[in-house]
């Protein structure tokens, strides 16, 4: 693992390339609406026991990282989006879309978008854990 000297954000690669940011989690959230702020808190107890798992901010979004980034966290205007990764596709009726990522050759993105608390259902967990054990090998 590499760690930018500059923003702290940890990377698989030695000077990978990325975009900086000295924004906070809470300055990502400014002026997003309650309800997508919730949504996050439900995000965050979901994956609080999952070790290693370092929260960062991005310019516009929250990484979660262990070996690798496994998950980009969007606030939106009225929906939180979460992407996760794997290495092949995944049909879910609780997937937003679900599609060969364009960063990545062999890198599958799945969206999950939630509206507000307590709809992270334990099913779409399951879920985001395989993008975790997909980050973590």
């Not at 930018?4 to 002026?31: L, M, N, V, W």
């Not at 965050?44 to 496994?70: G, Q, S, Y």
């Not at 509206?115 to 259902?121: A, F, I, N, W």
Request: proline share 7%; charged share 30%; with cysteine.
């Amino acid at each position: 693992m590499w760690t930018c000297p500059k923003c702290e954000r940890p990377f698989r690669r030695e000077g990978q390339h990325h975009y900086c940011s000295e924004k906070t989690i809470d300055e990502i959230f400014a002026g997003k609406p309650d309800n997508v702020v919730l949504a996050f808190d439900d995000v965050l107890v979901a994956t609080a026991d999952w070790e290693p798992n370092l929260i960062t901010p991005a310019r516009k979004a929250i990484m979660f990282t262990n070996k690798r980034a496994w998950m980009v966290v969007r606030p939106m205007t009225k929906v939180l989006e979460l992407s996760f990764f794997t290495d092949s596709v995944i049909h879910s009726p609780l997937l937003h879309k679900s599609t060969l990522d364009h960063m990545g050759k062999q890198k599958f993105r799945h969206t999950i978008r939630l509206s507000g608390p307590d709809e992270l259902r334990p099913e779409a967990v399951v879920l985001l854990r395989k993008g975790y054990d997909w980050g973590n090998r």
